[in-house]
């Protein structure tokens, strides 16, 4: 099959990148015709690659993610593919779409930790994620959990019917012990994530204190507390 994807970074340096690099890669070692459309690539062997000029991601995010949705959309509008996957608020045209996570429920999450304001990009891109999945711009959505699946059900009113849980995997070849030595007399938790607020991060640090005082126990986080919609993290820093 022919198959387009969208990234608007192809590498293995985030997980949404990642995602969509693993993905590509296998897809045409199974014998697929893969495009992909993007900002900025590393390169892969076999696949086609479209660029859609961007503003460079460094400044406000508004000037990259504005003109690569709008570039996406006119892309796929009118196309010969078999399949468009896209992740979340990518397109308004696309057979698959990969729901990395809701910014809905992010804005709610901000709300809870006491910061209530929406930036110009929020409110864009609240306004695009209600389109997308309130008039069901999609045969099917993939959820990595299923609290994300939830949270579709919940803000949007996306049939169960619509949604897959797929679980986010790892490549062995690349991730593995890189040292198998136990320290018996410490537990060591680890978490390697972004957007501390969804991924339980506050709640976890509350339980790494309780545990604390009764064991040898420590958490090491893996990650950046920059962003959770479009703030820049206060919320987080107020909680460690």
Same mark, same amino acid.
């Given at each position: 099959?022919?198959?387009?994807?969208t990234a608007s970074e192809f590498n293995r340096k985030g997980g949404e990148?990642?995602?969509v690099t693993e993905l590509a890669d296998n897809l045409y070692k199974t014998g697929h015709d893969v495009h992909v459309y993007t900002c900025n690539h590393i390169n892969?062997?076999?696949?086609?690659f479209h660029n859609i000029p961007n503003i460079p991601y460094s400044y406000p995010r508004i000037l990259s993610y504005v003109p690569y949705f709008i570039q996406n959309s006119l892309n796929f509008r009118s196309c010969d593919y078999d399949i468009v996957h896209t992740g979340g608020n990518e397109s308004l045209y696309q057979d698959v779409i990969t729901t990395q996570s809701i910014h809905a429920a992010g804005m709610e999450y901000k709300k809870k930790? %006491?910061?209530?304001?929406l930036g110009i990009l929020d409110k864009i891109l609240l306004t695009i994620e209600k389109h997308i999945y309130t008039k069901q711009?999609?045969?099917k959505a993939i959820c990595a959990s299923e609290s994300t699946k939830s949270e579709l059900m919940h803000f949007y009113n996306v049939p169960e019917s619509l949604i897959e849980v797929i679980p986010y %995997?790892?490549?062995?070849?690349?991730f593995f012990p890189y040292n198998t030595e136990k320290d018996e007399d410490r537990i060591t938790l680890m978490i390697v994530a972004t957007e501390f607020l969804r991924k339980g991060v506050p709640e976890l640090i509350k339980a790494t204190n309780i545990l604390a005082e009764r064991h040898n126990i420590r958490l090491m986080v893996v990650g950046s507390p920059s962003v959770e919609g479009n703030g820049r993290g206060k919320a987080y820093y107020d909680l460690m």
């Amino acid at each position: 099959m022919k198959i387009a994807l969208t990234a608007s970074e192809f590498n293995r340096k985030g997980g949404e990148a990642r995602y969509v690099t693993e993905l590509a890669d296998n897809l045409y070692k199974t014998g697929h015709d893969v495009h992909v459309y993007t900002c900025n690539h590393i390169n892969s062997r076999g696949i086609t690659f479209h660029n859609i000029p961007n503003i460079p991601y460094s400044y406000p995010r508004i000037l990259s993610y504005v003109p690569y949705f709008i570039q996406n959309s006119l892309n796929f509008r009118s196309c010969d593919y078999d399949i468009v996957h896209t992740g979340g608020n990518e397109s308004l045209y696309q057979d698959v779409i990969t729901t990395q996570s809701i910014h809905a429920a992010g804005m709610e999450y901000k709300k809870k930790y %006491g910061s209530t304001g929406l930036g110009i990009l929020d409110k864009i891109l609240l306004t695009i994620e209600k389109h997308i999945y309130t008039k069901q711009l999609f045969k099917k959505a993939i959820c990595a959990s299923e609290s994300t699946k939830s949270e579709l059900m919940h803000f949007y009113n996306v049939p169960e019917s619509l949604i897959e849980v797929i679980p986010y %995997g790892i490549n062995p070849s690349e991730f593995f012990p890189y040292n198998t030595e136990k320290d018996e007399d410490r537990i060591t938790l680890m978490i390697v994530a972004t957007e501390f607020l969804r991924k339980g991060v506050p709640e976890l640090i509350k339980a790494t204190n309780i545990l604390a005082e009764r064991h040898n126990i420590r958490l090491m986080v893996v990650g950046s507390p920059s962003v959770e919609g479009n703030g820049r993290g206060k919320a987080y820093y107020d909680l460690m």
